[in-house]
């Protein structure tokens, strides 16, 4: 495929799950030769997340009006926020053409990248078009992109020097520069309020277990909990790249949102994952699925059922060495699966020479 420009769109709901995905995604089209321009309506967490940038990608305040130079050859709308309509302002198009043929009715391709799941309705609408047919955009077409764990779905992101980044980390040399001895377990914390913190901590502190609390949320539910607390590093905001190695130094990984699942996913190490609470709980039936397509064993349910409050009265299981490897077992295979099935930029990229 030539190089193309592609027009990104992101708006900042969840924190920083939002611009880590397309600040990933971005990158890697990057990386891979394409221009992107990431058009954004708070960057701010870039300053950390981000700060060298990458040459290829620009950042660009939410657009109020089309570009002088045009627009791109792909437009990206970041879980359904919406390109904005000035874009297919200067588009024609013949009333009589075929809906379902973006390229021609001389429209950008228009994807919508979805959010991230592992129930099954992800499979039967990934790749489904959705014709436009009232306001500016009348007779463009947007496709569903649906990110997943199958390989009838987007699959996932995974730049392509992630395995070598990975293989030439120092571990140990990682470990000793953050204060945690040989045998000593290693836990990161990047949650919002889980209602058994309390006694997860009580459970590190018995066993000596050094935390490595994220600012913000983590740090201010870890320090709302007086007692029974482990030794703990409080961490700054880091780089994508640092916190890839804080999931990579750590025995076990509680974390939140997409962004830092998928990326959980390829430290390979146990995880803990506090999904994005919605008031209808549909986030019950989101975790279930993931638990299933994970093949969690019981133990590792019973943590995550615990930490998310799915059921009130669970409690958390004993953490040991035992429930450790365990569970370090069953993500390293869920990995392995993964890594079989094509990454979800080499898919997309097969999606849009497909389609243009």
């Known amino acids: 495929m030539p190089p193309l420009l592609w027009d990104v769109f992101c708006r900042v709901i969840d924190n920083f799950g939002d611009v880590g995905v397309c600040w990933r995604l971005s990158a890697d089209l990057a990386a891979r030769g394409h221009q992107v321009r990431l058009w954004i309506d708070d960057a701010s967490a870039l300053a950390w997340m981000a700060p060298q940038g990458v040459s290829g990608v ?49 429209y950008p391709l228009l994807i919508n990248l979805e959010y ?12 489904l078009p959705s014709p436009i047919s009232t306001g500016p955009c009348q007779g463009a077409v947007r496709w569903f992109f649906y990110p997943g764990f199958t390989p009838a779905t987007g699959g996932l992101l995974r730049e392509s020097n992630l395995a070598a980044r990975l293989q030439q980390f120092d571990r140990a040399g990682w470990r000793t520069r953050h204060g945690i001895g040989a045998q000593q377990w290693a836990v990161s914390l990047f949650c919002y309020e889980p209602p058994v913190l309390p006694a997860f901590l009580q459970q590190l502190q018995s066993v000596g277990a050094q935390l490595l609390v994220t600012p913000g949320r983590a740090a201010a539910a870890v320090q709302a909990c007086a007692n029974h607390q482990p030794p703990i590093t409080w961490l700054q905001p880091c780089t994508q790249h640092a916190f890839d190695e804080l999931l990579w130094g750590c025995d076990l990984n509680c974390v939140r949102g997409e962004d830092s699942l998928v990326r959980a996913l390829w430290a390979g190490q146990p995880l803990l994952w506090h999904i994005y609470p919605q008031e209808d709980n549909a986030h019950h039936a989101k975790l279930q699925a993931f638990l299933d ?50 990454d979800l930029l080499t898919q997309l990229l097969g999606f849009v020479a497909e389609k243009s």
């Open 58 to 106: 620009q950042v660009l305040p939410w657009p109020d009006a089309a570009p002088a130079t045009g627009v791109g050859q792909v437009l990206v709308e970041a879980f359904g926020c919406g390109a904005p309509d000035i874009f297919f302002a200067t588009k024609t198009i013949a009333s009589d053409a075929d809906t379902t043929s973006p390229a021609s009715k001389n």
């Open 116 to 127: 991230l799941s592992a129930e099954s309705y992800v499979e039967r609408c990934h790749r």
């Open 293 to 342: 397509w994970l093949q969690a064993p019981p133990s590792l349910r019973q943590l995550h059922c615990a930490w998310n409050g799915i059921e009130p009265t669970q409690t958390l299981p004993h953490l040991d060495a035992h429930a450790l490897q365990q569970w370090r077992e069953c993500i390293q295979a869920a990995r392995q699966r993964l890594l079989a099935q094509r």
